[in-house]
């Protein structure tokens, strides 16, 4: 093993460092009891001399030597060369200071856990801290690392306390400990000390970047159909899902449209006693994700033969079960008895998620995340990562939303940031046309099966596109309006393109967030000419113009459309536009009928409040 060399710093303020270190076991002692257990040296070692330093450093390797040989037989040798002193080039206090600070830890850890047999695998574990090229958290795995004592990770590394915490967590649950290596360390003008990351030597994890994704189910639940086939066809035919609201009187409303699902049925997916209790953005997540499982052919036998402590599950909300928490504010008026008594989980975000992995059985990755309007495209990335980083093979993503209610509508309202194109509501939505007036809410969910090459490919699995990569970036700017220049969104497109390794001429489609608002369609518009403008088959549309904005969903219902157009080659047109605006190509927009391409990659964006800004990239499956 080869070491880097220790800048100076002082030997007796490490001695003491290390010695003084708390560990905190988080088990009971021998007599079973919970709690944590804390083992402090005296106050007296820390007037070490150097002579005692190098003396304690021999008693420490007899130590763990025969800790190694009284444990063997356990398999649980203490860490590989933790007893060494990482010595400077000459030697002197300041190594021999440094390898007590790891021996100590290792052998007290060794000691500890000898005493109690139901103790073995925690005592195992010593305080480890890695501290990785600029990030100062452990590697995949726990494969690399230094073995240092807590207090001298704090005097050794700029972290903040968080960081500290959650490098520990992670190495203490990491797999058997890797070798220990030397640190450089840089001690600076004020007397700190950090880490020289270009001279930190690490155990390289398994390389896992080069799994593909691919999609191999669609799921959707929108006002243009049920189901990803009748869907995309009604986008081809041109056909709007907006009218007037059904489901509450809005007479007295400025708003009184929406894309409104007027015949969602959920029998045969959903229990008729929990789909009584459950707010509807829960049962389009039900149902979606269930469909998505079958158009990708994963039922009966198939789906039991997965390996499901390997498949996880994504989906995410921007507003969460709004009526339910309506309805439970209004059972409040009279008594917290008349309330749901399932009103809390129903109205958070996670919910989706967590009940349709319950009824699968997934056991990998589930949680949700909500970032506005873009909330489906960040959780469609983030699974991706997932099977990307080696943590699942198969992963349901996307987004759901149900907020055509009158606390939804009536919020928006507020804002003003609705169509009050009462008087027609299929022309209401109309992306990049000079008469827009605003956003149509639309309802419903979108979900994706997005799988490991591999592991598709061993259930034969029909491939319908690839996912490439993507990116999310932050305007920065204000909490509902774009950034005037599109900062944001060109960062967010740079990002995606360098991150996925995707040349800005391979983009030949793009399906543009285009909301049908004065802020944001021109803003995006300009944004995608910086970036491709260049590229002379480039064609544009806007899905929102049929089904209205979705909101959480909205991203992941027109990936599912992307992922349409590129199964059939055809993009659906964009409605509407009658007057486009003056600084609009429209030789670039898909208008009035479908238009035939042989798409190379596709781009689909989705912005939201508060400036979060997200891009996907996915193309046609080519095996390599």
Known sequence: MSFAAAAPLCGWFLAAACVSSTIDWGVGGGDGRRGPRRRRVSEGAHRSTAPCLRGECARVRRRISRERTHRSDEGEGVMEGSSMALMMPGGGVQGAARGICAGYVAATTASASSRGAQRSQQDASTTRVCLSSGSGFPAAGGKSGAVMSSAAARR?????????????????????????????VQQLEDGRETVSPGDVETTKSPQVTSRRVVVT??????????????????????????????????????????????????????APKMAKRMDRYIRYVLVAGKKALEDGGLVGSVLEKVDKTRCGVLIGSAMGGLQVFNDAIEALRISYRKMNPFCIPFAT??????????????????YSISSACATGNYC???????????????????GSDAAVLPIGLGGFMACRALSTRNDDPAGASRPWDVDRDGFVMGEGAGVLVL????????????????????????????????????????????????????????????????????????????????A????AELKMNATKSMIGHLLGAAGAVEAVATVQAIRTGLLHPTINLRKPEPSLDTDLIVMEKPARMDIKVAL????????????????????S
Not at 357 to 365: E, I, N, Q, T, V
Request: glycine content about 10%; charged content about 20%.
């Open 156 to 184: 050794s590394s700029p972290l903040t306390a968080a960081q500290r915490r959650t490098a520990v967590k992670r190495s203490c649950r990491a797999r058997p400990p890797a070798r220990a290596t030397a640190i450089a």
């Open 217 to 270: 189910g669609l799921g959707v639940v929108t006002s243009l159909g049920l189901d990803p086939t009748t869907f995309y066809n009604n986008l081809l035919e041109g056909r709007s899902g907006v009218s007037e609201i059904e489901t509450f009187d809005c007479k007295d409303c400025t708003t009184r449209i929406a894309a409104e699902i007027k015949s969602f049925c959920g029998d045969g997916y959903i």
């Open 349 to 366: 975000t996670n919910m989706g998620s967590a009940l349709l992995a319950m009824d699968l059985g997934f056991m990998g990755p589930n």
């Open 451 to 530: 799988e490991e090459l591999e592991h598709a490919k061993a259930r034969g699995a029909a491939i319908y596109a690839e996912f490439l990569g993507g990116s999310f970036t932050c305007d920065a700017h204000h909490m509902t309006e774009p950034h005037p220049d599109g900062a944001g969104v060109s960062l967010c497109i740079d990002r995606a393109l360098e991150t996925s390794g995707v040349r800005k001429e391979d983009v030949n489609y793009v399906n543009a967030h285009a909301t049908s608002t004065h802020a944001g369609d021109m803003q995006e518009y300009q944004a995608l000419i910086r």
């Open 380 to 398: 469609i990335l983030s699974a991706a990562n997932h099977i990307w980083n080696g943590d699942a093979d198969l992963m349901l993503a996307g």
């Open 604 to 623: 689909s964006n989705s912005f939201g409040f508060g400036g979060h800004n997200s891009c996907i990239l996915l193309g046609p499956y080519k095996p």
């Open 532 to 535: 491709f403008g260049q590229n």
